[in-house]
């Protein structure tokens, strides 16, 4: 008879008591760390999976990522070496 994992791990918890031993505490994680940002997530990007938030789904005004879209467009559609003047009216 072929034993599936759920029966193998009450076995081993059946031998611990009987044995008189108690199963290794699994270690105590460290805390989270202290962030001064109002919000803040970090996902695994193949499975999505959310590792850290903070805030991570209240919402929130995309400032800084319409800063970082600039930037992206500027460095891949910009003429890096062309010099712009903007007006001081603008």
């Known amino acids: 008879m ?3 994992p ?3 791990a009450c076995g081993l918890a059946v ?3 009987l044995f008189g031993k108690t199963a290794a505490a699994a270690p ?3 805390p989270p760390p202290h962030l001064g940002a109002a919000a803040a997530i970090l996902m ?3 499975t999505g999976q959310v590792l850290f938030e903070q805030n991570g789904y209240r919402r929130r005004s995309p400032a800084s990522t319409t800063k970082i879209m600039t930037a ?3 460095l891949k559609y910009g003429h890096l ?3 712009v ?3 001081a009216r603008a």
């Open 85 to 87: 003047r903007i007006s």
């Open 44 to 46: 695994d990007y193949r």
């Open 72 to 74: 992206i467009l500027a």
């Open 2 to 4: 072929k034993k599936g």
């Open 28 to 30: 105590a994680l460290p």
């Open 15 to 17: 031998a611990l008591l």
């Open 81 to 83: 070496n062309q010099v």
């Open 6 to 8: 759920a029966v193998a």
